[in-house]
Nanobody
Framework: QVQLVESGGGLVQPGGSLRLSCIASGSDFSMNHMGWYRQAPGKERSFVAAINSDNSTRYTYSVKGRFTIARANTKNTVYLQMTSLKPEDTSMYYC????????????????WGQGTQVTVSS
C-alpha cells in the first residue's frame, strides 16, 4: 500500500505562491501516474492536476496557467507549484496515485494521506 505524505501548505495572501510536496513510498513511483486533489469545507474532493509516468500533465480549468505539477522520480516526490493564488483556492490539498481508464479518465487510489491545508486570505 502506498504511503503519501503531503507538505508545504500555509497561509498566503491573494496573488501569492506556494509549493506543495508529496512523498510517496511503497510503490514503483516512476511507473505511477500521480495527481493532486483538493477539498474545501462542505464540498467534495475534486481533481486539480495530474502528471503521468511519461511526464505529460493535465489540469482542471480553474488552475491552468497558475499551477504547475512536476515530479522527481529519484525522490519519489510530486510537486504542485501554485502561483497567483486566489481565495477560492483555499482547500485541503491531497496527492494520490492515479489509475487511468482506456478513455483517459483518472481515478484515485482508495487510500489518502493527511493532506496539507492551503489558505488564501488577506
Amino acid at each position: 500500500q502506498v504511503q503519501l505524505v503531503e507538505s508545504g501548505g500555509g497561509l498566503v495572501q491573494p496573488g501569492g505562491s506556494l509549493r506543495l510536496s508529496c512523498i510517496a513510498s511503497g510503490s514503483d513511483f516512476s511507473m505511477n501516474h500521480m495527481g493532486w486533489y483538493r477539498q474545501a469545507p462542505g464540498k467534495e474532493r475534486s481533481f486539480v492536476a495530474a502528471i503521468n509516468s511519461d511526464n505529460s500533465t493535465r489540469y482542471t480549468y480553474s488552475v491552468k496557467g497558475r499551477f504547475t505539477i512536476a515530479r522527481a522520480n529519484t525522490k519519489n516526490t510530486v510537486y504542485l507549484q501554485m502561483t497567483s493564488l486566489k481565495p477560492e483556492d483555499t482547500s485541503m490539498y491531497y496527492c494520490n496515485v492515479l489509475g487511468m481508464s482506456v478513455g483517459g479518465s483518472y481515478s484515485a487510489a482508495a487510500s489518502w494521506g493527511q493532506g496539507t491545508q492551503v489558505t488564501v486570505s488577506s
